[in-house]
Nanobody
């Protein structure tokens, strides 16, 4: 599985960004795709995840009500999106997309549940 994340950039507090993660290399009927972020000097943390078949979504507490994860499943390439609204300076981080091929729903927020990772895209929110 290859993952390509894009859409990061610089935005003012209160603004919005949409991140994309294009996945290729296998069929996507039963995976989980997640977004994590790593603020400067801190550990990677869970942001959101979506089950590919049912589209069930999960969110970290710090982004609930502001971020929305969605997916678009084409024939050979699947894309997940992270719509980020009402951005705050504390949202500044490198954002990573990841794929869990075993659907470890009980551990959906853990980095070690995910098998493949994209390269990360930097989001900077200015005050």
């Amino acid at each position: 599985v290859q993952l390509q994340a894009s859409g990061g950039g610089l935005v003012q507090a209160g603004g919005s960004l949409r991140l994309s993660c294009a996945a290729s290399g296998r069929t996507f009927s039963s995976i989980v795709m997640g977004w994590f972020r790593q603020p400067p000097g801190k550990e990677r943390e869970f942001v959101a995840a979506i089950t590919w078949s049912a589209g069930t979504t999960y969110y970290g507490d710090s982004v609930k009500g502001r971020f929305t994860i969605s997916r678009d499943n084409a024939k050979n390439t699947a894309t997940a999106y992270l719509q980020m609204n009402s951005l705050k300076p504390k949202d500044t981080a490198v954002y990573y997309c990841a794929v869990d091929v075993l659907r470890s729903l009980a551990r959906i927020g853990r980095t070690d549940s995910y098998d493949y990772w994209g390269q990360g895209t930097l989001v900077t929110v200015s005050s």
